[in-house]
């Protein structure tokens, strides 16, 4: 998740601080991925460092100038305003996926000795089910039931981003237990011809 690209895209409305950025994007996404004022603060300075974004003196926005670092606030660039429209405008890619907790406990799971890989299955499917049951009521309550403002409507897409990602696990989860299902039936089938005692010379003879 970008948020160097997401900050600067709330800076194009005009000049915040901090929290006010924190608070904007929780707004927006309901709190799905909170934000530490630090890394806030931190991608301001990475930003301000490239020239994409830049302090606002106390006369333009208003601060009391107690130099209050938490109350310095920042505004685009053109430069700054450039990379949102590239942002925007380029797909995600996919040839570098972000790592998949899951996808690698149960890569590493299932070629080590004794790891009951079904259970992980079992109770990764069962957690991920109640998640996506608590994501579906969250987007027939309160303000995603009824997104009128825009902040409501990006909160509803994220519910709708989280409940298909669920779905789409629960399919995969599916997948990977008939696939272990299908391996262990084969590697049954194979072992009595592997494991059948070799005939005795006096039967090779006869």
């Known amino acids: 998740m970008s948020i160097r690209q997401a900050m600067l895209a709330l800076l194009e409305q005009g000049p915040m601080y901090g929290y006010q950025l924190r608070s904007e994007f929780e707004q927006r996404t309901g709190e799905t991925w909170p934000l530490n004022i630090g890394q806030v603060y931190t ?3 990475r930003l301000e460092r490239d ?3 830049e302090v606002v003196t106390d006369a ?10 938490a109350h310095v ?4 660039t053109p430069a700054g305003l450039e990379e949102v429209a590239a942002w925007f405008a380029t797909p995600v890619p996919r040839t570098q996926p972000p790592r998949d907790e899951l996808a690698i406990k149960l890569a590493i799971a299932v070629t080590l000795p004794g790891v009951d ?15 996506m049951q608590d994501y579906t009521r969250l987007k027939r309550t309160g303000r995603a039931a009824n997104p ?8 509803s897409l994220v519910l709708d981003s989280l409940v298909f990602d669920a779905e ?18 084969e590697k049954a089938r194979v072992r009595p011809s592997v494991d059948a005692p070799a005939p005795s010379s006096q039967e090779v003879v006869r």
Not at 60 to 69: K, Y
């Open 60 to 69: 333009e926005s208003g601060d009391s100038g107690d130099g209050d670092r």
């Open 168 to 185: 789409a696990e629960v399919r995969w989860l599916d997948h990977c237990e008939a696939r272990l299902r299908r391996a262990a039936s």
């Open 148 to 155: 009128d403002a825009p902040a409501d409507l990006a909160w």
């Open 43 to 45: 991608t301001l300075a």
């Open 51 to 53: 020239g994409l974004v």
């Open 117 to 131: 890989v079904a259970a992980i299955i079992q109770r990764q499917r069962s957690a991920t089910i109640s998640a």
């Open 73 to 76: 606030s920042y505004r685009a």
